[in-house]
């Protein structure tokens, strides 16, 4: 195995939507070769979009990464979820981070937008 992608829903949100957040990790001798984001296009088209077609309303699929993985920003966008916001010195648990505060950008899988695979960016 050298990486792995999936969706996981949120336990908690406010929102009366169901919340799948996107994760991904590749080994580090694959990267820059267009793996995860091709895995990431596959899944969204293949996968997730046949799953969620009839429910499209009800369901909230986003990608965060911290604000300096300009690379895992780079998958997300490709794969066409679009930036919606970065959260500013937030309060992270990730032992990455060691606890401290840091930039969060957070995009989501745009409902409007079904044929991920023709986004030219
Ligand atoms: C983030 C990660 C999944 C990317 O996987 P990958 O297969 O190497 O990504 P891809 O090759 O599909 O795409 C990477 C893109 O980022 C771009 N990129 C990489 N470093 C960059 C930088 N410093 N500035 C701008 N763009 C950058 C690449 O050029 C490429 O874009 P392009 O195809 O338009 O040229 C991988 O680096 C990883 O597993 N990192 C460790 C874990 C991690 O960060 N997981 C995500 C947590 S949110």
Same mark, same amino acid.
């Given at each position: 195995?050298?990486?792995?992608?999936?969706?996981?829903?949120?336990?908690?949100?406010?929102?009366? /939507?169901?919340?799948?957040?996107?994760?991904?990790?590749?080994?580090?001798?694959?990267?820059?070769?267009?793996?995860?984001?091709?895995?990431?296009?596959?899944?969204?088209?293949?996968?997730?979009?046949?799953?969620?077609?009839?429910?499209?309303?009800?369901?909230?699929?986003?990608?965060?990464?911290?604000?300096?993985?300009?690379?895992?920003?780079?998958?997300?966008?490709?794969?066409?979820?679009?930036?919606?916001?970065?959260?500013?010195?937030?309060?992270?648990?990730?032992?990455?981070?060691?606890?401290?505060?840091?930039?969060?950008?957070?995009?989501?899988?745009?409902?409007?937008?079904?044929?991920?695979?023709?986004? /030219?960016?």
């Amino acid at each position: 195995m050298i990486g792995c992608i999936g969706l996981s829903e949120e336990a908690s949100s406010p929102s009366k /939507k169901r919340v799948y957040a996107i994760g991904y990790f590749l080994d580090s001798a694959h990267h820059g070769k267009g793996i995860t984001t091709a895995a990431l296009r596959l899944l969204i088209r293949e996968v997730w979009r046949p799953i969620f077609a009839d429910r499209a309303g009800d369901v909230i699929i986003y990608g965060s990464t911290f604000g300096s993985n300009i690379s895992s920003q780079r998958v997300l966008e490709k794969a066409g979820i679009r930036h919606v916001g970065t959260l500013h010195k937030a309060h992270t648990c990730s032992l990455l981070k060691g606890g401290d505060t840091v930039d969060i950008w957070v995009g989501i899988l745009d409902p409007e937008r079904d044929r991920c695979t023709d986004v /030219k960016t």
